[in-house]
C-alpha cells in the first residue's frame, strides 16, 4: 500500500507563487514514477506533470509550460510542484499520484487525497 500526504495549498493572487510537496511512505519512493493531476470545480481531474524514478524525464500539460516544474527529492521520499506566475484557472484541488513503473505509462496507481490551491485575480 502507498500513501501520499500533500501539502503546500493555500490561497494566492494571480501572478504569485506556490510550492506543493506529497510525502509518500509504504513502498520504495525512488523505484517508480510520480506526478500532479489536479481537479477544478465541476471539471474532471487532469493530468498536470509528471517524473520518472530517477528525475530524468518530466512532461507537462501544454497549460502549464514554463510556470511549473515537478521535481523529486527520493532521499526525502518526497515529490514537489513548484507554480509560478499562477492563473485563476490553475484554481484546484492538486494530487499526488504515483505510477506502477519507472515512467510515467498508463495511470496512475495511487492518489492522495488532494490539497486546495486558490488564484484569485
Known amino acids: 500500500q502507498v500513501q501520499l500526504v500533500e501539502s503546500g495549498g493555500g490561497s494566492v493572487q494571480a501572478g504569485g507563487s506556490l510550492r506543493l510537496s506529497c510525502a509518500a511512505s509504504g513502498r520504495s519512493f525512488s523505484n517508480y514514477a510520480k506526478g500532479w493531476f489536479r481537479q477544478a470545480p465541476g471539471k474532471e481531474r487532469e493530468f498536470v506533470a509528471a517524473?520518472?524514478?530517477?528525475?530524468?524525464?518530466?512532461t507537462y500539460v501544454d497549460s502549464v509550460k514554463g510556470r511549473i516544474t515537478i521535481s523529486r527529492d527520493n532521499a526525502k521520499n518526497t515529490l514537489y510542484l513548484q507554480m509560478n506566475s499562477l492563473k485563476p484557472e490553475d484554481t484546484a484541488v492538486y494530487y499526488c499520484a504515483a505510477y506502477d513503473g519507472k515512467v510515467y505509462s498508463g495511470s496512475p496507481g495511487y492518489y492522495g487525497k488532494g490539497t486546495l490551491v486558490t488564484v484569485s485575480s
Open positions: 517524473i520518472s524514478w530517477l528525475g530524468g524525464r518530466t
